[in-house]
């Protein structure tokens, strides 16, 4: 029997006014200043009571963006690219920045949650549709994990990936790098929120792949030191978040969706599944990257981080099939299909943001020429 997939918590009225059938131009970038704005305002919640009006145009284009992006198959990019970025900044205050403290004023905000719940309740009814579910349900699970494992470790160039390991300029590496730091500055932090809780084989193997992501506790060899030390090749930008936006919303997307995953509980299988996806997968991604830097001639520190992932990561993977996502199969036989889903979801998006990658790192190497 299928269990539910997305929850539905109780969703709010967008505002007082009923915008079906508004003609109205949406200024996505005015409205996501105004969210940031909210996110600021001391007591959001009291002050949003007193005034409604303060979330009028923020709340019209949040409106607009559910219909654009999930509703009538547009492909709607900016719709997509707002909801995306307006979840992540919500999302976010889920981990510690080391920074201003009253940045987390908010972030037990029931409003912030309410946007959250219905942004994630229409994005991942379109996400799974995209899914057949039922045929899942069918497998036999540990097998179709270890098929899996063993076609995605050493798979045949995409045309996105030839185009990296063949093609890419020097400047293009750079906006590889510059779009990457998003996730690698930060690595390994989503996968702390589900580390909680009672003890056994599974939890201490998904905690030494936390442990070697941190370097095992040594700044020095923490794996977003060694992506820092790319950036620094290059003279770029090495704070966190410093090139948020050029991140495509696809990329943006598989960010928010581990957020999901870690911090539902309800989702643990699907996690698992998707970690063992993106160790799996990863070495043969990080390969590509260490071609294109290989061919361009450049230092050992420009490339440093994609050597050590290599190694580090072909070892995660085996952990990850074989003492996380298949004993979890065995925890769980009644529900071991939602491993697998995790598993195809996250390959799906992977692929997905992967493409818009390339395509934006064409668009940039055009531009520098």
Known sequence: ????????????????????????????????????????????????????ALRNEFEHALFVAIHAAYQNDSGDDAAHRFLQRILYRI???NLFWYDDLRHYTNERSLYLSQVRNQIETAWQEWEIAQIDVVELQKLDVK????????????PPLSPESRYLHEQMSEAGYRHLLAIASFDGLVEGSRLSRILGGTANEVQCTLIRVLLEEYGNGRFSRKHSTFFAQMLNEFGMNTEP?????LVPWQVLACANHNFLM???KRHYLRYGGGLTY??????????????AAQRLG????????????IREDERHGRWMLDDVALPLADMYPDLAWEIVLGYDQEKIMSDRAAKAVVQAIRQAEQTDS
């Open 1 to 52: 029997m299928q269990s539910n997939l997305v929850e539905s918590p109780p969703t709010f009225t967008v505002g007082e006014h009923d915008y079906i059938g508004v003609t109205k131009a949406t200024n996505y970038q005015s409205a996501e200043q105004q969210f940031i704005e909210l996110l600021a305002i001391d007591n959001l919640d009291k002050k949003l009571e007193k005034e409604p």
């Open 91 to 93: 999302n976010r205050l």
């Open 143 to 154: 097998q179709a994990l270890i098929d899996r494992a063993a076609e995605d470790l050493d």
């Open 241 to 245: 978040e410093g090139y948020f936006d």
């Open 262 to 264: 870690t911090e539902c």
């Open 278 to 291: 993106f160790e799996v997968a990863g070495p043969a991604a990080y390969r590509n990257y260490l071609a």
């Open 298 to 309: 450049l230092s050992d520190a420009a490339m440093g981080y994609w050597e050590l992932h």
